[in-house]
């Protein structure tokens, strides 16, 4: 295995499988469901991008582990974990595993819940490295983004923005706003706001210019 351990970054882990020690976020979700093992010290799980829920680790199996040795499995949960799933900052002490390790374990095989959680409309989206500055810690979809009055005399304002999709040719983005700006730009709260890059002397940032 990798033997570098957290922190990864969040492109780093996203659809990635990872072995990760059985801490008091796991060990919470195991409990509340009955499944913990006296005999399993560590976890296998696969790291995906919930829309809503953010970066998200699903628990497939239950292993133990030696020195020096590959990982043993002693349970496999029915539906790959459905319902075993917690926040990536939850998760604790944990390894990537490489394909290699993954496929020696049957990690491999198709994933169907998947398909789920990745929305067509957002893959171009996620696969887009220039935005991952912008992006929330642990919640890949959310982007950083001024609001920018077309009158230019409202002071512009940070906010959070959802992201949803691109146009065909990728100039713009389009989103949710999760945060009620504290001025008025003619948007509010959960409504959709439309993202493009910008630039000035300071650097390259989000926008969303708002009014007539």
Known sequence: ???????????????????????????RILSAKG???PDAD????FFYVGHEEGITFRIHTLCRTEPGGAPEIVAN?????????????EVGT???????????????EEQRWRLYYEPEQLQAVRKRVDLDRFRA????????VILVSK????IPEGVWVRLEGQS????SLRGTLLNEPYSDFGVHEGETVTVRFAEDEEGRFLVAEMGS
């Open 1 to 27: 295995m990798n033997n570098r351990t957290t922190p990864y970054s969040d492109r780093e882990i996203i659809n990635r499988w990872a072995i990760a020690e059985i801490g008091p976020g796991i060990s």
């Open 137 to 144: 810690p642990g919640c890949f979809d959310d982007v950083s």
């Open 42 to 45: 560590r976890c296998i799980g």
């Open 151 to 154: 009158d230019r005399e409202t």
């Open 94 to 108: 944990y390894t990537l595993l490489s394909n290699d390790e993954a496929n020696d374990l049957s990690l491999l």
């Open 77 to 89: 949960f029915e539906n790959h974990g459905e319902g075993l799933i917690l926040h990536s900052d």
């Open 35 to 37: 499944l913990m093992r």
């Open 168 to 171: 065909d040719d990728g100039a």
